[in-house]
């Protein structure tokens, strides 16, 4: 039988069947997967992934969250402890401030335990406790309206109520005042979701919390509207700052709601409204500093495009708080420009939409390249040295006053910083309040060696000593006293009285590098000056 079905055609060698077709890929969709774009494409969607993966492993993961809470808890308690250091801190800030001493406010700054319940804040808001975050805020209001009435009655029974350095730089934030808190916030809440919350002090030293309230004190003592509002702005500025970087730092943390109780909608809209209500002061101040910040942009290239490319521009200061706006600068200059002052007011003010008042000084320099230079950086030592020679001057004033003598009567040595002056007597004054006005001047220039000589005043007495042969705390006052009075005054000291209590007191001098004498009587034992030996 023979088979009518024609043979099957041979298949070419790269030919395929529809199975086979079906398997293989498109040829330009392999052309595309293996495009550069595409490789690239997934490159970057893998190095993404494994990113994420990592943070989520290795970092969040390894955060333990309700430890964490919990520890933030309890810093933002309203315990008597917290108001006691936030009584302290501030005590402390109004002093420094008054004092214009920074070594002072720093201190307060390391008391102040305000961090606490403002990092609370942040962290209430990211997992949506409302508990929490009415316990802080109640925490912090305390804690600010404490340290604002305390400095305002320092303040008010202080004799000292001028608007010292310290003082006018905390009346208005800046963006260096913002950058501070946004820097601050991020290391605390960092230092606090890892666990190394030692470096929160760094930290505090840097917000500078306290030093605002204080200020804000200030302003209410002396009624003085400026001072109280500006340092206001600036504390809600760094408390808002520092809240909403510490809530941005937890949700990057994956702090989420679940490890909160459950809110309801009306809790998440209160506490939605109050956080707007307090950025409203905020959006103003970042708004302020913005256009500050731009402006002072403007003035600099506005002075710097009338001149020479040459030319440099030096001690650049403008106060956008006086009507009209205050520029002051001084301009080295290969060649000066009689109408340059009026020029850039007129420019100045068309591109600030305010009027300008410019104070321009041109200095006249040589065309050759480095001359701009080489004048600023005498200018800039010329004004070092008028500085210098200013804050001398001062401190002239100030020693021949508390001495009740004339300025010339004061000796300054600015090579050695050091200050001499000899009081004269003052009624009602013994040693002891010499000593006390020497510290206090001291205190506030730790860069000099200031010496008080007094008049030969009245000695301490007191030095009484407890049954192990050491002096009472009162004794010790006492002796320290009378070895500073020694050490000024060019005269012998006697030591009067009788017994062990005469000896122990003449060791303890001597251990300071005093040389006395010993007289023995009957009765306490007391100090005398001595008589010069006759020549």
């Known amino acids: 039988m023979t088979d009518n079905a024609a043979p099957a055609e041979p298949r070419r060698p790269d030919s395929a069947s529809p199975a086979e077709d079906a398997r293989e890929p498109d040829a330009g969709a392999q052309a595309v997967a293996g495009s550069p774009a595409a490789r690239s494409e997934g490159g970057i969607a893998g190095i993404v992934q494994s990113i994420r993966r990592w943070w989520l492993t290795e970092v969040t993961g390894a955060v333990d969250q309700v430890q964490v809470i919990a520890d933030r808890r309890e810093e933002c308690l309203l315990s008597e402890r917290y108001l006691f250091m936030i ?8 002093v420094g401030l008054l004092q214009s001493s920074t070594a002072v406010v720093i201190g307060a700054m390391l008391l102040s335990p305000l961090m606490g319940p403002i990092m609370g804040l942040g962290f209430a808001l990211a997992i949506g406790d409302y508990h929490w975050l009415k316990q802080s805020a ?3 209001a305390w804690g600010s309206a404490l340290a604002v009435l305390l400095c305002a009655l320092i303040v008010y029974v202080s004799p000292i109520k001028t608007i010292t350095p310290e003082i006018a730089a905390r009346t208005e934030p800046t963006l260096f005042d913002l950058m501070v808190a946004l820097f601050s916030g991020m ?3 960092y230092a606090m979701i890892r666990g190394r919350a030692g470096t929160i002090v760094g930290v505090a030293i840097a917000t500078a919390l306290m030093p605002p309230l204080a200020t ?3 302003g209410l003592a002396t009624l003085n509207g400026t001072v109280f509002s500006g340092a206001l702005l600036l504390f809600v500025t760094n408390l808002i700052t520092i809240a909403l970087t510490a809530w941005a730092m937890a949700r990057l943390y994956g702090f989420r709601t679940r490890l909160s109780e459950r809110q309801t909608q009306a809790q998440n809209l209160a506490v939605v409204l109050v ?6 002061p905020l959006g103003f101040s970042l708004q302020q500093i913005a256009w500050e910040a731009n402006a002072q942009r403007i003035v600099r290239s506005e002075i710097e495009e009338t001149f020479d490319p040459r030319s440099e521009v030096f001690a650049l200061e403008t106060d956008f708080n006086s009507q009209p706006i205050s520029v002051a600068a001084t301009v080295f200059t290969p060649a000066l420009r009689e109408d340059a002052e009026l ?22 320099v040589g065309s050759n390249a480095g001359a701009a230079e080489q004048a600023q950086l005498s200018a800039a030592r010329d004004r070092e040295e008028a500085a210098a020679r200013a804050r001398a001057d001062a401190l002239a004033l100030r020693l021949a006053l508390v001495a009740g003598v004339g300025e010339d009567d004061v000796t300054i040595d600015r090579t050695r910083r050091r200050a001499v002056v000899r009081a004269r007597p003052l009624e009602g004054a013994n040693i002891a309040t010499y000593r006390a006005l020497e510290a206090r ?6 860069d000099w060696t200031i010496e008080v000589i007094p008049p030969a005043a009245a000695l301490p007495t007191g030095f009484a000593f407890n049954e192990e042969g050491l002096p009472t705390a009162p004794a010790r006052r006492a002796l320290e006293t009378l070895a500073w009075a020694a050490g000024r005054i060019d005269l012998p000291v006697v030591l009067v009285g009788n017994g062990e209590d005469a000896e122990r007191a003449r060791t303890y001098l001597a251990e300071r590098g005093i040389t006395v004498e010993l007289r023995e009587e009957r009765g306490e034992l007391r100090a005398e000056w001595g008589a010069l030996p006759a020549e």
């Open 275 to 280: 956080f707007v209500m307090l950025a409203i």
């Open 216 to 218: 804000v004190g200030f």
């Open 187 to 189: 290391a605390g809440a």
């Open 138 to 140: 109640r925490s912090l």
């Open 441 to 446: 001047i001291s205190a506030t220039e730790q």
């Open 87 to 94: 009584a302290m801190s501030a005590g402390i800030a109004v």
């Open 343 to 364: 020029d850039i007011e007129r420019a100045l003010a068309k591109r600030l939409g305010q009027p300008v008042e410019l104070t321009l000084v041109q200095d006249e």
